[in-house]
């Protein structure tokens, strides 16, 4: 079993900045993909973010230019991984969260943290 855990949500005025952490931790060895989804309500939740093992990031477009997704770092037995969110939009409001992929379609979700962006 692997347990995902977000941190780093919270409040943030438009063009301002939030980073987002996630830590995997348990039967980790295998996990080769951590990504970040958003979901607001009423929507599907939606891939924002990826990084691969071997580094290989990828962006939806809503956020490309403007999200920076960390490579996957191992530290106190913990998978890191981390998303700095700049120039934040009012439509970057959701809860995000926090997926960890293991080979055999094994995926293991954190239970989310809310960002607002608000004046």
């Known amino acids: 079993q692997v347990q995902v855990v977000e941190s780093g949500g919270g409040l943030a005025q438009p063009g301002g900045s939030l980073r987002l952490s996630c830590a995997a931790s348990g039967d980790i060895d295998y996990i080769y993909f951590m990504g970040w989804y958003r979901q607001t309500a009423g929507y599907q939740r939606e891939l924002i973010a990826s990084?691969?093992?071997?580094?290989?990031?990828?962006?939806?477009n809503s956020v490309k230019g403007r999200f920076i997704i960390s490579t996957i770092s191992r530290d106190n037995g913990k998978n890191m991984m981390h998303l700095q969110m700049n120039d934040l939009k009012p439509e970057d409001t959701a809860v995000y969260y926090c997926?960890?992929?293991?080979?055999?379609?094994?995926?293991?979700w954190g239970q989310g943290t809310q960002v607002t962006v608000s004046s």
């Open positions: 997926n960890a992929n293991r080979p055999f379609g094994r995926e293991y």
């Open positions: 990084i691969t093992t071997d580094g290989n990031a990828d962006y939806a």
